[in-house]
């Protein structure tokens, strides 16, 4: 019995480690890493209640993964990309605004001269939304395209779903 | 039989502490890249410690996997439509340079590049600007917009040398998950030096002498 045990066990050692070898085409590099991540979280709310037919304004906090920094809504420099949101009405809904916050002013260290406008750390969004008596989910997407000091990733997003229930 | 089974098991428990290992110092380095210099005060999760410094060092520290390979051998379309082939480059030392309009510090580079271009253009150095900007290929009125965008940047950056537009099996093949990523290939086709966010330009001219075949090669 005791042999049966040692056999199974060591066959599975075996195949847990040979199932965990590093196959040629999977990069370990922190970047290749970082770039499977999400860089940018919303974080909530997930769910408001509100009154139906008037008008609200939803705060919409983000976190930006630390040591990095995203293009504010209006970035200074010609061909950036700037952080947007783009959200999906449902039947009942409206979504009149979305109120961006003034970015901080940054410049990478190897080009001091050139400043940017930029988010770090949480920030947050303004939606302003009206909406009929009801449940609904809003589909929003934050576009966003992210750097550190020395590095940028390509533009990604985030999927930002805010259930609505308007009494 | 049980020294068989014996065998199998301490081979078990060997390849399991390297793996322990190995995960160990990949969590090590995801911590490092992904967390910045100044401290945020919201800090609070893996991802959000503040380790700037450290992010840059790793980035310094990142080694290619394809370094000291042969360079995975391409063909891309450059601005004018042209088809331009890594092997018609064989035989001169060559940099390869992933970058994108919307990346800051590729500004940083690009200047250096073209003046080592320059530099080095008695040593037959040539350089390969890879543009990994999005193109809508299925929009032909969006295409046209995204190539004159890259191209107003090539015109405004004064960039000396060819510039081909991207394809995701190349960025899959090169492992290009960032910009600027930027490998020196010598003139047998062979990668012997790689970057991964703005490096330095001592550290870019050192490894063009490698790939020139110079000194410190």
């Known amino acids: 019995m005791r042999t049966v045990l040692a056999f199974m066990a060591g066959t599975l050692w075996l195949l847990s480690s040979s199932s965990a070898q590093k196959l040629p085409w999977q990069n370990s590099s922190s970047a290749a890493n970082a ?8 974080l909530y709310p997930q769910q408001v209640t509100f009154p ?13 993964a630390g040591g990095l920094h995203i293009n504010s809504h209006t970035p200074r420099q010609k061909g950036l990309i700037a952080t947007n949101l783009a959200e999906v009405e449902p039947s009942g809904v409206k979504i009149t605004a979305v ?26 969004l303004k939606m302003h939304i009206v909406a009929q008596a009801g449940n609904h989910l809003v589909q929003g997407v934050l576009r966003y395209q992210a750097c550190d000091n020395s590095t940028c990733f390509p533009p990604r997003t985030v999927p930002v779903p805010i259930d609505v229930i308007a009494k | 039989m049980i020294a068989a089974l014996a065998l199998m ?21 995801v911590q490092m890249r992904l967390v910045p210099t100044n401290g945020d005060a919201t800090a609070g999760t893996v991802d959000d410690t503040n380790q700037g410094d ?18 995975p051998s391409f063909t891309l379309q450059d601005l004018s439509g042209k088809q331009v082939s890594l092997s018609s480059y064989k035989g ?11 990346c800051e510090p590729c500004k940083v580079e690009i200047p250096w590049f073209e003046k080592l271009h320059d530099q ?13 900007d999005d193109l809508d290929r299925g929009d032909p009125a969006k295409l046209f917009t995204q190539k004159r965008d890259i191209s107003e940047f090539v015109t405004r950056m004064h960039m000396n040398y060819p510039i081909l537009l991207s394809a995701e099996s190349v960025e899959d093949q090169y492992h290009i998950d960032a910009t600027p990523t930027t490998f020196f290939i010598d003139r047998n086709g062979r990668i012997v030096a790689s ?23």
């Open chain 2, 92 to 102: 001169r030392p060559l940099i390869v340079d992933f970058w994108a309009t919307w």
């Open chain 1, 52 to 64: 139906a037919g008037k008008p609200q304004t939803i705060d919409l906090h983000f976190r930006i």
């Open chain 2, 120 to 132: 080095y253009a008695k040593d037959g150095l040539e350089i390969l600007g890879v543009s990994t």
């Open chain 2, 195 to 217: 970057t991964v966010g703005l490096a330095s330009r001592d550290e870019i001219e050192a490894d063009i002498r490698k790939a020139i075949g110079g000194a410190n090669s």
């Open chain 1, 35 to 42: 770039a499977n991540q999400q860089l940018v979280h919303f």
């Open chain 1, 99 to 124: 109120d961006f916050p003034a970015g901080s002013e940054f410049a990478f260290p190897a080009d001091p001269a050139t400043k940017l406008s930029i988010y770090s750390g949480e920030f947050v």
């Open chain 2, 54 to 71: 450290s992010i840059a060092a790793n980035e310094a520290a990142y080694t290619s996997p394809l370094n000291g390979k042969q360079a």
């Open chain 2, 9 to 29: 098991i301490a081979a078990g428990v060997m390849n399991y502490r390297q793996r322990r290992r190995e995960e160990q110092a990949r969590n090590q380095a």
